[in-house]
């Protein structure tokens, strides 16, 4: 339970009753991560298998990072058919935050809770950075925290992370201000207008191929203003959303 | 038995990374004629009876659901592979 972590953000908020769902995946690999962040912000973590048909009634859920079913066929393609994304999609409907980081933004797309799609990055290397972000929109669910044109560090591994969508989809994801973070400084796997993240129509979906979840604690984090690893940008998703699920 | 073969592609308009590093190393090895490269997937398949009109159609459901992205990858070929010439025996063509 929550009251055995160490000090969370927002337990004094009296919010550390939000269950956080965490779903793994075969071949998931920052499940344990995103849990952690889930506990570090104040909620508690709830582990969901990929082959559950409950989410046993969480208030958000994450789909955290990795190489889920060996991304054989194409990364996210064959975990949209688990049985708990069925569930994910029927919730992300009734208005559920869900958190889609790497993969999980993968599978987002192709349960089609997300439009567009990531290939390959244009430079076929995979790449492991910390990267620069600019929060292009704080009015969602997990970045209500934020300012909008904040510019965030969080720590960035993928192969697949080239963000795709046609001139049309692209429009409209600017045109309703969508889009929810931009790479600054680089643009390291060749998104289209350099989108790092994107959201729904209704703000509840969120999608980023970065991973706020490896910045949520002091020592353990990016470099930052405060020192080498100090980096924390990441907890703000997670307090985002419980400060969305008590003002919801 | 029957075998349904499935072709997908990258879309035109999708830069294809694997394909452009294909690309660049055929010249290293003297292949100069070959100006692009795009590489898609082949699926192949089985079904323990002859391939029936349904069964295509299921495959070609397949294929737009499952086998494709529609957002990145085309569905170019959705055909019984005992049709195809050279296809029924599943062997490859040897060089």
């Known amino acids: 339970m929550s009251a055995t972590e160490p000090a969370p953000v927002a337990a004094a908020a009296g919010i550390a009753e939000a269950r956080i769902g965490v779903i793994t995946f075969p071949g998931t690999l920052d499940d344990r991560d995103a849990a952690r962040a889930v506990r570090l912000a104040g909620a508690e973590a709830v582990s969901i298998w990929h082959a559950d048909e409950s989410l046993q009634d969480v208030d958000a859920v994450v789909l955290p990072g990795g190489f889920s079913y060996g991304d054989y066929l194409r990364a996210g393609a064959i975990s949209r058919f688990a049985p708990a994304m069925a569930a994910v999609v029927d919730a992300a409907k009734g208005g559920m935050p869900v958190l889609g980081i790497c993969n999980g933004f993968q599978v987002l797309t192709e349960a089609h809770l997300l439009p567009g799609s990531m290939v390959k990055n244009d430079h076929l290397h995979f790449v492991c950075r910390e990267q620069s972000l600019i929060v292009e929109n704080a009015h969602t669910a997990w970045t209500n925290e934020f300012r909008r044109g904040q510019q965030i560090t969080i720590p960035l591994k993928n192969q697949d992370g080239q963000f795709v969508a046609d001139e049309r989809t692209l429009d409209e994801l600017e045109g309703e201000g969508r889009v929810v973070f931009r790479y600054d400084g680089w643009n390291p796997n060749g998104s289209r207008r350099d989108i790092a993240g994107i959201t729904n129509e209704r703000g509840n979906v969120v999608g980023l191929m970065p991973h706020p979840e490896h910045a949520v604690e002091p020592g353990f984090g990016p470099a930052s203003a405060e020192g080498p690893r100090a980096g924390v940008d990441g907890l703000t998703f997670f307090t985002s959303v419980l400060s969305s699920l008590v003002h919801a | ?95």
């Open chain 2, 1 to 95: 038995m029957g075998r349904v073969v499935v072709e997908v592609m990258p879309k035109p308009e999708i830069l294809d990374p694997q394909g452009k590093a294909v690309v660049g190393a055929l010249p290293r090895l003297g292949f100069t004629q070959f100006s692009g490269v795009r590489q898609g997937k082949r699926f192949e398949l089985e079904v323990d009876g002859e391939v029936t009109p349904e069964i295509l159609a299921a495959a070609r459901e397949a294929a737009a659901t499952l086998l494709s992205n529609p957002v990145i990858e085309d569905v170019v070929s959705v055909s019984d592979a005992a049709a195809v010439p050279g296809e029924a025996s599943g062997t490859p063509v040897s060089a």
